[in-house]
């Protein structure tokens, strides 16, 4: 039994099963993108761009913190999308020393393979990692009702 300053060995057993499967679909994601000419940091922003909610504004400022990167890092990350054609930057509406970053028809086309390839590999290990992460929580709420 698991005790507030501990884990239960089930729990430990839990845990790590839910972080391999994890591991293993982010290996999945950055072999994939080097298959497709990226990097799995340029993948994720591409993406990031893509998934932004409405009415959220495509600016470096908040795909680093999406992305839980340094601004810098977002930066580097533009910089090497850009130059490979995928995104583009511009000025923002309102205000023209904002700038916007948005995906290029290549960098969309890019992107769509890439999500493709995922959902595919979700729809395949996704129940194995939904199974993991329902044991880690049984196993969280047995400790915690003990």
């Known amino acids: ?3 507030a300053t501990d ?3 089930d729990e430990y057993l839990e845990l790590a099963e839910f972080r391999r499967q994890i591991r293993s679909f ?3 994601s950055e ?3 080097k298959e497709y000419g990226i990097e799995a940091g340029q993948h994720q922003l591409l993406l990031a761009v893509r998934g ?3 009415g959220v504004n495509p600016t470096i400022r908040e795909l680093a913190g999406r992305l839980f990167i340094q601004h810098h890092s977002a930066v580097e990350l533009i910089n090497r999308l850009e130059k490979s054609g995928a995104i583009a930057r511009h ?3 309102e205000d023209k020393r904002e700038v916007w970053i ?5 960098g969309r086309a890019t992107l769509r393979k ?3 390839a995922h959902r595919a590999e979700l729809e395949r290990s996704g129940p194995e990692l939904a199974r993991a992460l329902q044991s880690v929580l049984r196993e969280a709420r047995r400790a915690k009702a003990s």
Do not use: D, G, K, W
């Open 1 to 3: 039994m698991a005790t």
């Open 7 to 9: 884990l239960s060995p």
């Open 26 to 28: 982010l290996h999945f």
């Open 31 to 33: 072999t994939t993108a």
């Open 52 to 54: 932004l909610p409405p």
């Open 91 to 93: 000025a923002a509406v």
């Open 102 to 106: 948005r995906l290029t028809p290549a």
């Open 114 to 116: 890439l999500a493709l």
